[in-house]
């Protein structure tokens, strides 16, 4: 984003958390940031387009920065990954994003909802990386579960800490919150308990784009499956008979519904099981739309 046009997206800002999104007009951004029409609709096609490239440059300024505070040093250091993540809860400090956050999530805004889900996904896809990177292969299995447990204590954390005007130290709240993440994962890895798998994170991605739920993306994805060696008969009848069902003119929700959970079932513990999982959630999400 040239200088210019962040500017006027951080002028949107400003007036964003004063005003909140939806009271704020893009006349007044265009008066605030003293530039014409013509140069706000050159920068930005949309309100949601400013809100995009808002949360695309609060990305990208943690992006830059975490790579610089790894540059030449260990990624496997544990205060460096304290430091990376404790960026990003400064900037939405500094910027009083989560007053932003919080009004879009409580809004009836679809559109600027995705915006924020997308922010998080990336958030939470990133950390799970990070901790495969810290603690090795182990935990990649239950990383996503381990990612939402932290973003979910620091998310109540940090809301306590700013209405009780705690002094606090972002580090040393990272800090704590990761300790107790690393009491958490062993029992989780011994115990094979985790509540989220990795095939919620293709779920995600796909819930976010609706783009990932249409039939036509289904049924491709059907067909990959359908090249895999291995199923049993019990698993071939079951896949057979969404897929089947899925194919035809009037697709009948209640003959499909109650075989998703019977064919997540029959691929647990398998080598398909995740991208089995994932095809079975986006029939759900898909049925839920018809």
């Given at each position: 984003?040239?200088?210019?046009?962040?500017?006027?997206?951080?002028?949107?800002?400003?007036?964003?958390?004063?005003?909140?999104?939806?009271?704020?007009?893009?006349?007044?951004?265009?008066?605030?940031?003293?530039?014409?029409?013509?140069?706000?609709?050159?920068?930005?096609?949309?309100?949601?387009?400013?809100?995009?490239?808002?949360?695309?440059?609060?990305?990208?300024?943690?992006?830059?920065?975490?790579?610089?505070?790894?540059?030449?040093?260990?990624?496997?250091?544990?205060?460096?990954?304290?430091?990376?993540?404790?960026?990003?809860?400064?900037?939405?400090?500094?910027?009083?994003?989560?007053?932003?956050?919080?009004?879009?999530?409580?809004?009836?805004e679809p559109e600027h909802k995705k915006?924020?889900?997308?922010?998080?996904?990336?958030?939470?896809?990133?950390?799970?990386?990070?901790?495969?990177?810290?603690?090795?292969?182990?935990?990649?299995?239950?990383?996503?579960?381990?990612?939402?447990?932290?973003?979910?204590?620091?998310?109540?954390?940090?809301?306590?800490?700013?209405?009780?005007?705690?002094?606090?130290?972002?580090?040393?709240?990272?800090?704590?919150?990761?300790?107790?993440?690393?009491?958490?994962?062993?029992?989780?890895?011994?115990?094979?308990?985790?509540?989220?798998?990795?095939?919620?994170?293709?779920?995600?991605?796909?819930?976010?784009?609706?783009?990932?739920?249409?039939?036509?993306?289904?049924?491709?994805?059907?067909?990959?499956?359908?090249?895999?060696?291995?199923?049993?008969?019990?698993?071939?009848?079951?896949?057979?008979?969404?897929?089947?069902?899925?194919?035809?003119?009037?697709?009948?929700?209640?003959?499909?519904?109650?075989?998703?959970?019977?064919?997540?079932?029959?691929?647990?513990?398998?080598?398909?099981?995740?991208?089995?999982?994932?095809?079975?959630?986006?029939?759900?999400?898909?049925?839920?739309?018809?």
């Open positions: 984003m040239n200088k210019r046009k962040r500017h006027v997206a951080d002028v949107a800002l400003k007036l964003f958390v004063e005003k909140g999104i939806q009271q704020t007009s893009i006349q007044e951004i265009i008066e605030l940031a003293n530039i014409s029409k013509g140069t706000f609709y050159n920068y930005f096609s949309s309100k949601n387009d400013c809100i995009a490239e808002i949360l695309e440059g609060l990305r990208y300024d943690a992006s830059q920065l975490r790579m610089e505070m790894q540059m030449g040093r260990d990624p496997n250091d544990r205060q460096i990954f304290i430091e990376q993540i404790s960026i990003l809860m400064k900037l939405n400090e500094e910027r009083n994003l989560h007053a932003v956050f919080e009004a879009i999530m409580s809004s009836n915006l924020v889900l997308h922010h998080r996904f990336h958030e939470m896809e990133w950390l799970s990386h990070r901790f495969v990177d810290l603690y090795g292969e182990d935990i990649r299995e239950y990383a996503l579960e381990c990612a939402v447990l932290f973003f979910g204590m620091m998310q109540y954390v940090m809301f306590t800490v700013r209405i009780s005007h705690m002094p606090h130290s972002v580090e040393r709240i990272v800090n704590v919150l990761l300790s107790y993440i690393e009491l958490i994962y062993p029992s989780m890895i011994d115990g094979d308990k985790s509540l989220i798998n990795q095939s919620s994170l293709h779920f995600l991605r796909s819930n976010i784009d609706r783009r990932d739920m249409t039939l036509k993306s289904i049924l491709e994805t059907a067909a990959y499956l359908e090249k895999q060696d291995g199923f049993t008969e019990e698993q071939q009848d079951l896949f057979s008979a969404i897929v089947s069902e899925l194919k035809q003119e009037r697709i009948r929700k209640c003959v499909i519904q109650p075989l998703l959970k019977p064919l997540q079932l029959a691929f647990s513990q398998t080598p398909l099981e995740m991208q089995v999982a994932n095809f079975t959630n986006m029939v759900w999400y898909f049925l839920k739309g018809i």
